[in-house]
């Protein structure tokens, strides 16, 4: 089972928004620990994927429940 460090709820914010209080958020992170992201804005899962691969932060899993979608970032 996936440990998660962090949640960040950013349902009803658009783009760029749920990226900067990630990008914020694992800022606070050590290397290894994880982050969890809650976001409406459909743009948010290419969004995510492109900024796991231009950070190197890893993105252990993502999906969609209700509407919503969800993101687990690893901490590079």
């Known amino acids: 089972m996936l440990t998660i460090d962090r949640?960040?709820?950013?349902?009803?914010?658009?783009?760029?928004?749920?990226?900067?209080?990630?990008k914020k958020a694992l800022n606070d992170l050590t290397s290894g620990q994880t982050i969890r992201i809650t976001a409406t804005d459909?743009?948010?899962?290419?969004?995510f994927q492109a900024f796991a691969r231009q950070t190197g932060n890893e993105l252990l899993e993502h999906g969609e429940n209700d509407g919503a979608f969800w993101f687990v970032l690893k901490r590079r």
């Open 42 to 47: 459909p743009a948010s899962v290419r969004d």
């Open 7 to 22: 949640e960040i709820d950013a349902r009803g914010l658009n783009c760029p928004l749920p990226i900067l209080r990630t």
